[in-house]
């Protein structure tokens, strides 16, 4: 089975390899730093997007340039976890949920919600359980067509959640064109728009014709959004006005959510898996 998953980078940070990882560095093309691994900026790409679209553009890359049964993305500091966790933790999450349930009628925006995002600790735990990953890798995709990471469960609905950083009209403008483009799409958009559960960070495995038909339906909505958001003089540059910024990274998480509830309801297998999380930015700055 070939497997290619890209690891966004962006800033120095410890570099995971394996046989079926791409250290990726996103934004290339704009970049201050050589990373000294692969860059988004070769062949087919839109690197110089990266401001709007964070890590879409190292999706970009791994789908038109290269080949494989399954690909996929991950984070610098967040990757799928098969390693097990101690009860106790889960208790703690569980107690987390409760509190943050009771407070959000009070403060809807602040509670925000919770997600099973674990800690990696120390740097040699993070690069063992990466590892592991990537021996188990064949063993854990037999049988699915997409791995994703375990939903944030929220307590306000996902469109009022993502209306901290979503305008509405960028919002009512996505939705106009689902429905315009992929008739087929807007019904599972809306009940996505209203559920409240998220499938965050734009991360995934999927079979490569899953991924496919992802990546163009994404990215075309993308296109027409960027252009009417110009001719429909909601702003007059993409690149230049502030509420561009990182728009269409924020647009792909609600459309990614909404892909995965569409993929379910077509038959697909979906599993959902724990990320590990590490930051170790501060140990490499400056490098």
Same mark, same amino acid.
């Given at each position: 089975?070939?497997?290619?998953?890209?690891? #966004?980078?962006?800033?120095?940070?410890?570099?995971?390899?394996?046989?079926?990882?791409?250290?990726?560095?996103?934004?290339?093309?704009?970049?201050?730093?050589?990373?000294?691994?692969?860059?988004? /900026?070769?062949?087919?790409?839109?690197?110089?997007?990266?401001?709007?679209? @964070?890590?879409?553009?190292?999706?970009? $890359?791994?789908?038109?340039?290269?080949? #494989?049964?399954?690909?996929?993305?991950?984070?610098?500091?967040?990757?799928?976890?098969?390693?097990?966790?101690?009860?106790?933790?889960? &208790?703690?999450?569980?107690?987390?949920?409760?509190?943050?349930?009771?407070?959000?009628?009070?403060?809807?925006?602040?509670?925000?919600?919770? =997600?099973?995002?674990?800690?990696?600790?120390?740097?040699?735990?993070?690069?063992?359980?990466?590892?592991?990953?990537?021996?188990?890798?064949?063993?854990?995709?037999?049988?699915?067509?997409?791995?994703?990471?375990?939903?944030?469960?929220?307590?306000?609905? =996902?469109? @009022?959640?993502?209306?901290?950083?979503?305008?509405? $009209? #960028?919002?009512?403008?996505?939705?106009?064109?689902?429905?315009?483009?992929?008739?087929?799409?807007?019904?599972?958009?809306?009940?996505?728009?209203?559920?409240?559960?998220?499938?965050?960070?734009?991360? &995934?495995?999927?079979?490569? @014709?899953? &991924?496919?038909?992802? @990546?163009?339906?994404?990215?075309?909505?993308?296109?027409?959004?960027?252009?009417?958001?110009?001719?429909?003089?909601?702003?007059?540059?993409?690149?230049?006005?502030?509420?561009?910024?990182?728009?269409?990274?924020?647009? #792909?998480?609600?459309?990614?959510?909404?892909?995965?509830?569409?993929?379910?309801? /077509?038959?697909?297998?979906?599993?959902?898996?724990?990320?590990?999380? &590490?930051? /170790?930015?501060?140990?490499?700055?400056?490098?």
């Amino acid at each position: 089975m070939n497997i290619k998953i890209a690891i #966004a980078y962006h800033k120095p940070a410890l570099i995971l390899r394996g046989k079926n990882f791409i250290p990726l560095h996103v934004g290339k093309t704009i970049s201050h730093c050589d990373l000294e691994i692969q860059g988004d /900026n070769t062949g087919d790409n839109i690197s110089e997007k990266n401001p709007l679209y @964070c890590e879409l553009t190292g999706i970009y $890359w791994l789908w038109k340039n290269t080949t #494989a049964d399954y690909k996929g993305l991950m984070h610098y500091r967040r990757i799928f976890t098969i390693q097990k966790y101690h009860w106790l933790y889960k &208790f703690r999450i569980l107690i987390k949920y409760y509190i943050r349930q009771f407070v959000s009628p009070f403060y809807p925006i602040k509670a925000l919600g919770v =997600t099973k995002d674990y800690p990696a600790g120390v740097k040699e735990n993070y690069v063992k359980n990466a590892k592991r990953l990537d021996a188990e890798l064949e063993s854990l995709l037999n049988g699915v067509n997409i791995i994703v990471p375990e939903p944030m469960y929220e307590y306000i609905s =996902t469109k @009022c959640f993502f209306m901290q950083n979503v305008p509405v $009209w #960028a919002l009512t403008l996505t939705t106009d064109i689902i429905k315009n483009e992929y008739p087929e799409f807007i019904d599972v958009w809306q009940k996505s728009l209203k559920s409240y559960r998220l499938y965050q960070r734009n991360m &995934f495995i999927m079979d490569n @014709c899953t &991924f496919e038909d992802y @990546c163009k339906r994404l990215f075309n909505i993308l296109q027409i959004h960027e252009q009417r958001s110009v001719s429909e003089c909601y702003i007059l540059d993409i690149y230049k006005e502030k509420v561009y910024s990182r728009l269409s990274g924020y647009i #792909a998480e609600l459309f990614t959510s909404a892909y995965i509830m569409f993929s379910e309801r /077509n038959g697909k297998i979906v599993k959902e898996v724990p990320l590990m999380i &590490f930051d /170790n930015s501060q140990e490499y700055a400056g490098r």
